[in-house]
């Protein structure tokens, strides 16, 4: 990784560690399936299993980032090592393959009055003070939310891109991030964290404008988990990128001990009418 390239990866971080945006693993995903199938793709099934702790004001941080792409079944893997030469570990994973859903109708993104617009400003400058409060705290480059207004089921917002984040991306992970940080809005105000861990889809139709606007929509919210479906569009309503069942934990439940398998040991027995050895007991 070069800090100078992803710049804004540095503004996302949890207490005092900086971490990976899960939009940065959609936006790998998506990447790779362009890269393989030269059109639109979505990314089916993304999974984040391991969050990725950046040392970002280290001057020595030395992380890489691979994404494998299966060209069997178009399952994506993205994992993380060290200058080290340390084992893999694997972060996030999805299936990507060719869009063919056709785009959702454009939404209605009305202007809103002058005063209304105050009163949005308002609300997604004291969302992200909470947010921090929380110990999630987004930098400058990331805090790109914009006129958020919210019911108890839905939350929209505009945003507009800073030029310090770049442009070369597909679905554009700041934009992503962006549309991520408005579904924070509609979980639970306990104090306590919330990550993205899984969607159950990723489209994009096109890499979203610099200036546009999110629409987020509850599917489930309870104590310490929520599912949402978030829509990205570009400043006249039209759809670029949706992102369908996106669930999101508490960070400890994110990080609960995870689930345990074992295996089933056959061993050899004596054939039929050859008595047994005796078993002693250890």
Partial sequence: MEPDRVPWVGDHTIGQTGVMPAAAFAEMALAAGVQAVDAPVEAIGLHIDTALALPWNDDAMDVRLRTSLSPDDGITRISSTDGAGSTWQEHARA???????????????????????????????????????????????LRV????????????????????????????PVVMDAALQAALAL????????????????????????????EVRARAITSGEGVVDI????????????????????????????????????????????????????
């Fill in 95 to 141: 299936q990507v393959r060719r869009l063919l859903r056709p785009r959702p109708d454009p939404l209605d993104l009305a202007v809103r009055a002058p005063g209304q617009a105050d009163d949005g400003e308002q609300t997604a400058k004291d969302h992200y003070a909470y947010l921090s409060e929380c110990g999630l705290a987004y930098g400058p480059r």
């Fill in 145 to 172: 939310l914009r006129d958020l207004r919210t019911t108890e089921s839905t939350a929209r917002a505009r945003y507009t891109l800073p030029p310090s984040v770049g442009a070369t991306y597909h679905a554009h």
């Fill in 187 to 214: 979980m639970p105000r306990d104090g306590r964290v919330y990550l993205p861990v899984s969607a159950e889809a990723v489209r994009c139709w096109q890499t979203p404008d610099t200036i546009g606007g999110v």
């Fill in 231 to 282: 829509t990205i569009t570009d400043s006249h309503g039209s759809v670029t990128v949706t992102m369908s069942e996106v669930r999101m934990k508490t960070l400890e439940a994110h990080h609960r001990r995870p689930t345990e398998f074992y295996t089933t040991e056959l061993r050899a027995v004596p054939l039929a009418g050859t008595p047994a050895p005796p078993f002693t007991a250890a």
